[in-house]
């Protein structure tokens, strides 16, 4: 089976973030599948793109078996909200180019966000007189989310176009696929998709990858956590993160020089987080900047405690943060600072963690204080974490159900290549 990808983040070789489709594309090329993928310049982490691809408004290169199509994103993109849109815009032009040059396909998946990656994707699938089936993918709702964090306004002429293209989108995929069973509920009670249309196949971590691992290993001793308890946030540090709840927690734990929060990533608010730690003189908060996927396992394996947190948004009950899955693969306790569909599966179905009102920096400072107390509570979570992955989200399975809602599509077998 040929498939199409339009998804703007899909990871560089060494890059940090997301890696949900480099996974899924790996797989689905491992089966016997030539997979294509039409992806942006800029690297999401740092903002800016490598300089093999400036000037360049399409190049074609290998990610081992997968056929990626980078496209031209503007260099505004890192600069400022503003900035990102039109860099959105730019993608937009440059994907549905590559979009046209493309082969028919036997299925296209246009994954959001940002939800402009629907219209490469549609052209993707009809232009040919032979026209393929598309899916939609949901991995968070937009524009639900950048109204709610105060990216855009409710009312703005942005925001109604995407609303638009949001139910655009729905109406013309043969399938939405949803991240959440919460995101399913959401397009359900609006209307803009029935149960029979919605697939689910949510995101799970790389199992073979991510295993528990030795605390004392060599990122450890780089990273200079020595012996402290370190409760690891690993993710995006921009607006919706909120990552001010966790430099005001170690504020509440300045006294406990034994306990460490490190951050690992990268975004918009970095800098400005790193100058109020220093401001404040706040020794027990870290920030390392991103690192790469590779080293991800290791780093995870070297922390006591993985953390979740986003700002307290209702849009966000809705959300399946990546970084849990990955955390308990590995084995470790997840403290959520995420109410919602992320709370349920953590506390509830998983048993693998607590949960911190978001934005509280006292609640969240003193689960840090508890789990830290309690060795024997947090192997145990660790345990039934890395159960509940195997049982439920390895990357592995979860793309062979994928593929069995491609075959489905395409009018082919399980699994016929």
């Given amino acids: 089976m040929k498939i199409l990808v339009v998804h703007q983040y899909y990871l560089m070789p060494g890059q940090s973030g997301g890696s949900r489709f480099n996974e899924m594309a790996r797989f689905w090329s491992a089966r016997g599948h030539e997979v294509t993928v039409i992806a942006g310049t800029i690297a999401h982490d740092t903002g800016k793109a490598p300089d093999r691809y400036r000037g360049r408004w399409l190049t074609e290169e290998m990610d081992g078996p997968v ?10 993109y890192g600069k400022s909200y503003l900035g990102r849109m039109w860099g959105f815009f730019g993608f937009t032009v440059s994907a549905s180019t590559a979009a046209w040059r493309a082969p028919r396909q036997d299925v296209v998946i ?5 939800l402009v990656t629907v219209v490469p994707g549609w052209i993707g699938a009809r232009w040919s007189f032979r026209p393929s089936p598309w899916i939609f993918e949901i991995r968070d709702l937009w524009p639900e989310s950048a109204i709610t964090t105060g990216v ?3 009312n703005s002429a942005i925001a109604k176009i995407l609303y638009m293209l949001e139910k655009w989108a729905c109406a013309r995929a043969d399938r939405v696929n949803v991240l959440t069973p919460a995101f399913r509920e959401d397009l359900v009670r609006r209307g803009l998709a029935s149960e029979s249309k919605i697939a689910f196949v949510p995101n799970g971590a790389d199992t073979e990858r991510f295993t528990p691992g030795p605390r004392d290993n060599a990122m450890r001793a780089e990273l200079g956590w020595g012996d402290r308890f370190v409760a690891l946030y690993a993710g995006a540090h921009g607006r919706a993160n909120a990552i001010d709840q966790l ?6 734990l300045r006294e406990r020089q034994d306990i460490l929060i490190a951050c690992v990533g990268d975004g918009t608010e970095q800098k400005r987080l790193e100058e109020d730690a220093r401001r404040r003189g706040l020794s027990n908060i870290v ?19 993985g953390m979740a947190v986003l700002q307290n948004n209702p849009t966000f009950r809705t959300v399946y943060p990546n970084k849990v899955f990955d955390y308990m693969s590995c084995a470790r306790p997840v403290l959520l600072a995420i109410d919602g569909a992320a709370r349920s599966l953590i506390c509830d179905d998983a048993e693998a963690g607590v ?3 978001p934005e509280n920096p006292k609640a969240i400072a003193e689960a840090i204080r508890s789990l830290a107390a309690d060795p024997k509570l947090c ?10 992955v195997l049982a439920n989200a390895g990357r592995e399975s979860l793309a062979d159900r994928y593929l069995g809602v491609m075959n489905e599509l395409a009018g082919g077998g399980s699994d016929r290549p």
């Fill in 287 to 305: 920030f390392h900047g991103p690192r790469s996927k590779e080293l991800m396992p290791d780093i995870v394996n070297a922390c006591d405690l």
């Fill in 67 to 76: 056929k990626v199509v980078r496209c031209y994103v503007p260099g505004s």
């Fill in 379 to 388: 192997a145990e979570f660790g345990r039934k974490g890395r159960q509940w």
């Fill in 247 to 252: 430099v005001n927690a170690a504020e509440e």
């Fill in 355 to 357: 949960f911190a009102e």
């Fill in 110 to 114: 246009a994954s959001s966000p940002p």
């Fill in 152 to 154: 855009i306004g409710k």
